[in-house]
């Protein structure tokens, strides 16, 4: 299901707050923001599973990931996050998934498949880089395809609907603008301070996420360009509203070929 990776593109918007600058010098910026889950326009490229003669297979994750499912730690390779699957078969309408790096637990997620089997809902708690409490978050899925004969119930290309709920340390992400330097901060360790010349700079806390360039586009917008061993991945423009008052975050996820947005609001 690896709704870890769908958890790991709400990770762009993380964050935690800053004591913002006196009001004369503040950027439109400065201030901590949090995700209004509400407005949130999800991708439409759907995630393809398919579990079928003792195998599951992620057909969309990148590289895409082929594991016994029979609960044991299977390694899997050009993830950065986790190095081994491990996926057991609940019953004919769910599975269990555990994702490890190095022996930790990075992911534990849920698929569940109604009964009618045009809709999936989802668990996940995550343990991101050195924050004490997890990320955790559920939602629902709709099936836009289905399985071949004879797979398991989650098999079939889903577009994931809706987020229920997401902790408050997933939503969340706090600017600070100094000069002509971004700063940027999340609860769960993640971290830059980068030029608004479109430079790149060292990115801190994910390790999916080795730099970042960011580019002042305007006095309310700035592009945030994310790379991988300097590969693009994905590029977010965040633009804050005359009130000042919310954000819109428009994300092209360039690893997965998709696109989404955001609204967070200023807390």
């Known amino acids: 299901m690896n709704k870890s990776l769908a958890a790991a593109v709400l990770g762009v918007l993380l964050g935690a707050s800053l004591m913002p ?15 209004d889950l509400n407005k949130v326009e999800m991708p439409k490229k759907p995630d393809v599973l398919l579990l079928q003669d003792g195998m599951y297979h992620c057909k969309s994750c990148v590289p895409p990931v082929s594991v016994k499912a029979d609960g044991s730690d299977q390694p899997v390779s050009g993830h950065p996050y986790y190095d ?7 019953d004919d309408h769910a599975i269990h998934e555990i994702d490890k790096k190095a022996g930790k637990v990075i992911a534990d997620s849920t698929m569940t498949v109604a009964a009618d089997g045009k809709t999936a809902n989802f668990e996940f708690t995550e343990n991101r880089g050195d924050s004490t409490a997890p990320v955790t978050g ?20 889903w577009r994931t609907k809706s987020y229920g709920s997401v902790s408050d340390n997933a939503l969340t992400r706090s600017y600070k603008v100094d000069g002509d ?7 769960t360790g993640e971290s830059y301070s980068a030029k608004m010349d479109g430079s790149d700079t060292p990115y801190q806390g994910d390790p999916g996420t080795t730099s970042v360039a960011v580019k002042k586009l305007g006095r309310r917008t700035v592009q945030e360009t994310a790379k991988r061993d300097g590969k693009v991945i994905s590029v977010a423009k965040m633009t804050v509203a005359a ?6 975050i428009a994300v092209d996820d360039k690893l997965h070929g ?3 947005s955001f609204v967070a609001m200023k807390q």
Not at 243 to 248: A, F, P, Q, W
Request: aromatic share 4%; net charge positive; no cysteine.
């Open 21 to 35: 600058a006196p009001a004369l010098a503040q950027s439109a910026f400065d201030g901590t923001w949090k995700i």
């Open 84 to 90: 081994t699957m491990a996926v057991t078969v609940v």
């Open 138 to 157: 559920n939602g629902t899925m709709l099936r836009v395809a289905k399985g071949p004969a004879g797979a398991h119930a989650i098999s079939g290309s």
């Open 181 to 187: 330097t971004l700063h940027m901060h999340t609860p």
């Open 243 to 248: 009130d000042g008052k919310s954000m819109t």
């Open 258 to 260: 998709s696109h989404m």
